[in-house]
C-alpha cells in the first residue's frame, strides 16, 4: 500500500482568498499549498484539502506503568499501553523524545493498528489504559480519537500525554473521548515558548483552564526543568500561584529532570536540587501534591495525605509501596479524600517495561 492511500480525511481546515488552506486544528495555523506538510510533519494538504499521514501507523506499542507517563493519582500501580507516531506541532529544543517527535521519515511508523486491534490488546494485556506519548496526540487527532472510542467500549481508559497547544473546537472534541491526561507546562514565560518551543504559553494556559473548569478528564502537569531557562525562584513561584489559583490546590505538579538532548546538548543536567526546590515552593504556594521525576527520589516520588501527612502511596521510581488509601481513595488514617481516580486496590505493574508488535 501506498502512503497517498493511508491518507485520512480531516476536518479542522478551511481554504484561504489566497489559495492555499489553512489547518485550524492548532495554533499555529499553517497555511498549506498543494503537496505542502504543516510543521509538525503529518497533516498535509493533499487534493485539495488537509489529510493526516499516519493513521493507523505508529512508533511502536510498549506496556508500561502509569506512574511513567507521569500520573500519580489516576490508578497507580496498573498497566498502561503507550504508543506514539512521528511528528510534533511544537518544536522544543530541549526534546527528550526527538528521534519520535521530531521524525521526517514515515518509515519511522514500523507498527500498524487499527483502533479496534490497540483497544482489544489493551484488554487482553491486562492493561488499564491506553496512552498516546512519545509525540503528542494533538497531531493525530483524528486517529486518537476513534482509538478512545474503541477503549471505551471495551472498559479500557484512554490517556492523553500532550503540550495541550490546541484549539478550541477540536480540544473540545478530543478532551470529550479521553480519562485522563498529563499536560507539560513547559514554563511560565512567553520568551521561554517563543525562545525554545517555537509556540506560545497563553493557548496551554486556555487547555489547562478548559480542563478544568469544562471536563472531568483526570489530569496532572509536568515542568522540564532546565538550567537558567525555566528554574528561577521567582517564575516557579508565579506558575504554581497561578495553578492554584485558576485550577486549584488539588491538581498534582511533576518537576522533572532534563539531560542534555536534541539541540541543547550544551545544556548542563538539572540538579536533583532544583526539584526538590521547585517541590517546595509548590507546596508553600499550595499545591496540595507536588513530586520530583527522571530522579530517584523516594520521598519526592510519593503521595501524602495533605491533611494529617500520612504517606499514601510510597514509590521507589515507579514501584509501588505503601498503600494508605481505603477503598473509596481516603486516608486510612484521618479519613480525607485523595483526589484522583483510584481502583479498590492498588496495581501490582511495577517497574516493567515491556514493549509490544501489534503489526501483522
Not at 156 to 170: D, H, L, M, N, W
Request: glycine share 8%; with cysteine; net charge neutral.
Amino acid at each position: 500500500m501506498t502512503e497517498q492511500q493511508e491518507y485520512f480525511p480531516t476536518r479542522y481546515w478551511q481554504r484561504l482568498a489566497d489559495g492555499r488552506i489553512q489547518c485550524d486544528l492548532c495554533p499555529r495555523q499553517c497555511r498549506l499549498r498543494e503537496g505542502q506538510r504543516g510543521l509538525c510533519f503529518v497533516r498535509l494538504r493533499h487534493e485539495d484539502s488537509v489529510v493526516l499521514a499516519t493513521y493507523g501507523r505508529s512508533s511502536g506499542f510498549c506496556i508500561d506503568p502509569i506512574e511513567k507517563k507521569p500520573l500519580n493519582h489516576f490508578l497507580p500501580g496498573s498497566a498502561v499501553l503507550s504508543f506514539g507516531t512521528a511528528g510534533c506541532n511544537l518544536a522544543c529544543k530541549f526534546c527528550q523524545n526527538w528521534d519520535i517527535s521530531k521524525s521526517r521519515e514515515i518509515d519511522t511508523l514500523a507498527d500498524r493498528a487499527s483502533p479496534q486491534r490497540i483497544a482489544q490488546a489493551a484488554r487482553d494485556r491486562g492493561c488499564s489504559s491506553v496512552a498516546f506519548t512519545y509525540n503528542d496526540p494533538v497531531i493525530f487527532h483524528e486517529y486518537a480519537i476513534d482509538i478512545a472510542a474503541a477503549c471505551r467500549e471495551l472498559g479500557i481508559k484512554s490517556v492523553a500525554v500532550t503540550a495541550g497547544y490546541i484549539c478550541a473546537e477540536p480540544r473540545a472534541e478530543f478532551f470529550n473521548v479521553m480519562d485522563a491526561a498529563n499536560v507539560d507546562l513547559k514554563a511560565f514565560s512567553e520568551r521561554f515558548y517563543r525562545k525554545l518551543c517555537g509556540g506560545e504559553l497563553q493557548p496551554v494556559l486556555e487547555t489547562l483552564e478548559y480542563l478544568r473548569h469544562e471536563t472531568d478528564v483526570w489530569f496532572e502537569l509536568t515542568t522540564l526543568l532546565i538550567p537558567g531557562e525555566n528554574d528561577s525562584d521567582e517564575e516557579l513561584e508565579r506558575m504554581t500561584t497561578w495553578v492554584v489559583e485558576r485550577l486549584g490546590p488539588d491538581v498534582p505538579m511533576h518537576f522533572t529532570a532534563f539531560h542534555p538532548d536534541w539541540k541543547m546538548t550544551t545544556t548542563p543536567s538539572t540538579p536533583p536540587a532544583t526539584l526538590t526546590r521547585a517541590r517546595q515552593i509548590a507546596l508553600r504556594n499550595g499545591i496540595r501534591y507536588a513530586y520530583t521525576g527522571n530522579v530517584h527520589d523516594a520521598h519526592g516520588g510519593s503521595t501524602y495525605c495533605h491533611r494529617c501527612a500520612t504517606q499514601l502511596i510510597g514509590r521507589d521510581w515507579y514501584a509501588l509501596g505503601t498503600w494508605n488509601l481505603d477503598s473509596k481513595g481516603r486516608c486510612r488514617n484521618c479519613a480525607t479524600p485523595c483526589p484522583g481516580v483510584f481502583a479498590a486496590t492498588p496495581g501490582d505493574w511495577g517497574r516493567r517495561r515491556q514493549p509490544v508488535r501489534l503489526a501483522g
